[in-house]
């Protein structure tokens, strides 16, 4: 197994910034895609950035240029600088991984693991 622990959200005022943090840990073997999600109430969760094992990035349209996302890989950790934050990035922030899980002493297999959620909430 493979678990995913978020960290880092609060409330903050307009314009300013906060940083999620996101460990994985457990029986990995590789981490290939990591990547961080929202759901505000009501709407269905998206996508707002996506970091690659080679650090190729890509984020949502509503983000790019605040946001910034980076991963760790000695650390198995992916972080998610977010800044100008606005009212509308009010939401749960999830964070998600994929790759491969060690299963006995020679085998692997993939995994998709999503964290619990952290709450973000932008006060106007």
């Known amino acids: 197994q493979v678990q995913l622990v978020e960290s880092g959200g609060d409330l903050v005022q307009a314009g300013g910034s906060l940083r999620l943090s996101c460990a994985a840990s457990?029986?990995?073997?590789?981490?290939?895609?990591m990547g961080w999600y929202r759901q505000a109430p009501g709407k269905q969760r998206e996508l707002v950035a996506a970091i690659t094992s080679d650090s190729s990035t890509n984020y949502a349209d509503s983000v790019k240029g605040r946001f910034t996302i980076s991963r760790d890989n000695a650390n198995h950790t992916v972080y998610l600088q977010m800044n100008s934050l606005k009212p509308e990035d009010t939401a749960v922030y999830y964070c998600?991984?994929?790759?491969?899980?060690?299963?006995?002493?020679?085998?692997?297999?993939?995994?998709?693991?999503w964290g619990q959620g952290t709450q973000v909430t932008v006060s106007s």
């Open positions: 457990g029986s990995i073997f590789s981490i290939n895609f």
């Open positions: 998600k991984a994929t790759g491969l899980r060690r299963v006995g002493p020679a085998n692997a297999a993939a995994f998709a693991s």
